[in-house]
């Protein structure tokens, strides 16, 4: 009988089912490089130089303490730990609201050509007139996908592109006077960085509800706006971070609109609309994209991200420096505009990610990003199809590009959304995304990406289904424990991020 199964038993099937994307491996323990010297052996064998004058009038070096150990025990150090780092290229990853996508190889290799890989930032401009000029079209692609036609690609991440995008908007209101405008409104299911980007461009936060229905109302919205006076804009995500489109924005913009506010899209999900609408048509004024979710640049350790903002004509002015121009076919930085709120990136922004974002798009073609957009959509309403009866649904009907369940049923036999998480690290697979958006009690935000072929998906559901059965049955002792066969297992979160032990010391 199922419920009188132990232990060992569920950690092997657990194994079983793991190897099968190859998970476990030969796993290696690996200490420090300085535990692998061995007395006073060194790592270099060239022997002292004797009676030569140094030529450079720098001070001799004395020891810097590096450690003493061969080339190989170096290399096998370092491969070894790249081992334990779980990435798109390992196996799935449906991390909600993050989009962990393939990373097409064809993209790296047009980032590698001499041309772009080589080219200084400091170059004379006549010299990098093709560099400029992709830039110029990568501007225009995601002023024409988004609606919104004035663009600047400096941010060097999401987060970063919300920082110039909310000053772009102080800007601009600064512009007309409008000082006494000192309220965004964000929603309560928002991204962190939303409220903390309108903190620090001075903003106050006013809260606008959505817990019951997981969308923005045309009613809760009004509660929030108030008569307006006082609101300089307000940080929306479409599709919101619940997964679900937010049917009733053309209204909510309109109204935001009417007292005077300006339309902060948060672009991290743009990858459930792109191709299919587009932002500007239904009132944003102001958007980040998310290179590094939307348009397939490496990211989550293969970095860095990068986050280009795009503004309507109206806004054209203040946006940051540098923007790139083309002058009948002959392109320029502009570096300086006397309405701009000036520069925030050093250079021209992650011009490898520009590359590698300008190759993605046009290999896709108007067509291939719209299906970029159709496939993400269907792929996670396939999961949540498939899950519906084993996880509670917080919020019914069809999702975005993203389905959120919560670990409600689950928790009644004591499994909770952390446990199914761990379970998942032990079964070979990244976790979703956990306990977000805080509006929802035990969130498990699953997002597969149109990347993910039907049978890792289909090998996710049938592990999250044996995680709900064997729950349903009693057997929840493992799921406790789990991962046990990673090279480290759970671990005191609490402990380490209070203490943490940054500095190796010789015993
Ligand atoms: C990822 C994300 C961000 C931040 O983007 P970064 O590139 O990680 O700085 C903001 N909002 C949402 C909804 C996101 O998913």
Redesign the pocket.
Known sequence: MAAERDVQTMIDTAAETSSHEGARGLHYEENLLWEKERGDESGVDFPDIKGIDLRTGVPERGAIGLPQVSEPQVVRHFVRLSTWNYSIDHGFFPLG???MKHNPRLNEKVARFPGFAQAHPLQPVSTVQGALKLMYELQDILGELSGLPAICLAPA??????LAGMMTIRRAHEAQGNTHKKIVLVPDS??G??PSTAAICGYTIKTIITKETGRLTVEAFKEALGDGRDVAGMMV?NPN?CGLFETDIQEISDLLHEAGGYFYC?G??FNALVGKIRPGDFGVDVMHF?L??TFSTP?GGGGP?S?PIGVTEELRSYLPVPVIKNESGSYRIENERKESLGRLKGFHGQFGMHVRALSYILSHGADGLKQVAEDAVLSANYILSQLKDDYHVPYAGPCMHECLLTDKVQKEKGVTTLDIAKTLVEYGMHPMTVYFPLVVSGALLIEPTETEGKDSIDHFITVMKHIAEETKAGNTEPFHNFPVSTPRRRLDEVKAARHPRLRWKPE
Not at 157 to 162: D, L, M, N, S, T
Request: contains cysteine; aromatic residues 0%; hydrophobic residues 15%.
């Open positions: 609201s993050c989009t991440a999401g987060a970063h592109g919300e928002a991204h960085t939303n995500t971070t948060d991290a999900n998310n590094h979710k990211h991200g986050g």
